[in-house]
């Protein structure tokens, strides 16, 4: 929630700097590794690329497979 302060004639808009989710498995950004992540890992399966950031890729190595897999399920329940 934005905050606007005015003073002399300025406006001055603040917005509160959330933190990043610390979990690796989040991968809708919602600071909850679950089964909507572990859809999105599925939906991804196979190759898409290295480097190329694909959603799913948790290990960046341009598939999305077991051991991306692995790294969800181990992190499965983590909260930010």
């Known amino acids: 929630?934005?905050?606007n302060i005015k003073a002399?004639?300025?406006t001055a808009t603040f917005k509160p700097i959330l933190p990043a989710c610390p979990c690796d498995g989040d991968l809708n950004e919602d600071c909850l590794v679950d089964?909507?992540?572990l859809g999105l890992l599925l939906g991804a399966w196979g190759?898409?690329?290295k480097g190329?950031?694909?959603p799913g890729d948790i290990n960046?190595?341009?598939?999305v497979d077991a051991a991306d897999l692995g790294l969800?399920?181990?992190?499965w329940g983590c909260t930010g």
């Open 47 to 49: 190759s898409c690329g």
């Open 35 to 37: 089964a909507s992540d």
């Open 8 to 10: 002399a004639g300025f």
């Open 1 to 3: 929630n934005p905050r």
């Open 60 to 63: 960046n190595d341009g598939n």
């Open 52 to 54: 190329s950031g694909c």
């Open 72 to 75: 969800l399920t181990a992190e």
